[in-house]
């Protein structure tokens, strides 16, 4: 196997073990798993040779701080969780430079805004209630971000990236399942199909790497 490849299976296994841990609620094997899986997705990248154009290196920095978001959100406490979301917020803007980078039909990419907008409404007023004042400007301003990440994915798309959509459309709905067992306590299975989700985006990120 090339070193790009086992990385993949490094990751694929870690979060195999993560899910073990998810669901056995073994915290320990999680400080061990997740940031293996984390690590494993950025070291695609790096030995698919994200390092030699702009485009890759700025994929290699949004995912290095999915890596710390990552770490962060294993604690409980509301502080970690903020600076994790704060992590993954600048990652996603990382993700957004480089959609730019790579290319983007701006015809469909703010027409696609225009709908994703609402649904973002939606997603908030569905999700405050539940969400501790402190953390409210947080999490609007990550929904406007992610909503933005995935429009301009949708202009990518429109020019022929259709893997890089597909990678985006997975962390948006990942990001969702966060929120979901976040402020509404969601339990094992919403986690069961969203952390997997989230790494097989980043693993695709990683490996479609040269743009």
Not at 67 to 76: E, N
Not at 172 to 196: C, H, I, Q, T
Request: proline share 4%; charged share 10%; with cysteine.
């Amino acid at each position: 196997m090339t070193p790009p490849v086992i990385a993949v299976v490094v990751c694929l296994v870690a979060i195999a073990l993560l899910l073990v841990a998810e669901l056995k609620q073994l915290v320990w094997l999680k400080w061990i798993a997740k940031p293996i899986a984390s690590g494993a997705f950025v070291a695609t990248a790096i030995l698919r040779g994200a390092l030699a154009s702009s485009y890759g290196t700025v994929i290699v920095v949004a995912l290095g701080l999915g890596l710390v978001g990552d770490v962060l959100l294993i604690p409980k406490s509301k502080k970690s969780f903020l600076l994790g979301i704060l992590a993954f917020l600048l990652g996603h803007v990382g993700f957004c430079v480089a959609f730019v980078i790579f290319g983007v039909d701006w015809r469909f990419a703010v027409g696609s805004l225009l709908v994703l907008a609402p649904l973002g409404v939606v997603v908030g007023r569905w999700l405050m209630p539940s969400v501790p004042d402190k953390l409210r400007g947080a999490v609007v301003a990550y929904i406007t971000v992610i909503s933005t990440m995935l429009a301009l994915a949708i202009g990518v798309e429109a020019n022929g990236a259709h893997v890089l959509f597909g990678a985006a459309l997975l962390f948006y709905a990942s990001d969702l399942s966060v929120a979901m067992d976040r402020f509404k306590e969601a339990g094992f299975w919403n986690r069961a199909w969203g952390l997997p989700a989230y790494f097989i985006a980043q693993l695709l990120f990683a490996w479609f790497v040269t743009g």
